[in-house]
């Protein structure tokens, strides 16, 4: 089993920065693929980014390429999600995941989940 927990949400204006981290405890983290995921309120958890187990392979979703990056660091059984030009439609609750298989969009394929962090961006 694996333990996710998140931190690093707030409240920040757009056009700001945030990075988001989830500290991994439990089985070895390093054999994870990890996703970020966020889900606004009324809407569907909606793919955000993936990493593969060695962070060598990258995945975004459309609507954040260019401005967040995702990265992990093994040793510190550590996922970041670093967002840039931060705009309203941001606004969501933040979850990391951990999949035993190759990173996918679907949260169905990811087997933990943390609790989530709050990021709001005003306008």
């Known amino acids: 089993q694996v333990q996710l927990v998140e931190s690093g949400g707030g409240l920040v204006q757009a056009g700001g920065s945030l990075r988001l981290s989830c500290a991994a405890s439990g089985r070895t983290f390093s054999r994870y693929a990890m996703g970020w995921f966020r889900q606004a309120p009324g809407k569907k958890r909606e793919f955000v980014a993936a990493?593969?187990?060695?962070?060598?392979?990258?995945y975004y979703a459309d609507s954040v390429k260019g401005r967040f990056t995702i990265s992990r660091d093994n040793a510190k059984s550590t996922l970041y999600l670093q967002m840039n030009s931060l705009e309203p439609g941001d606004t969501a609750v933040y979850y990391c995941?951990?999949?035993?298989?190759?990173?996918?969009?679907?949260?169905?394929?990811?087997?933990?989940w943390g609790q989530g962090t709050q990021v709001t961006v005003s306008s």
């Open positions: 990493i593969t187990w060695s962070g060598g392979r990258t």
């Open positions: 995941a951990s999949s035993q298989v190759v990173p996918t969009t679907t949260p169905l394929t990811y087997d933990y």
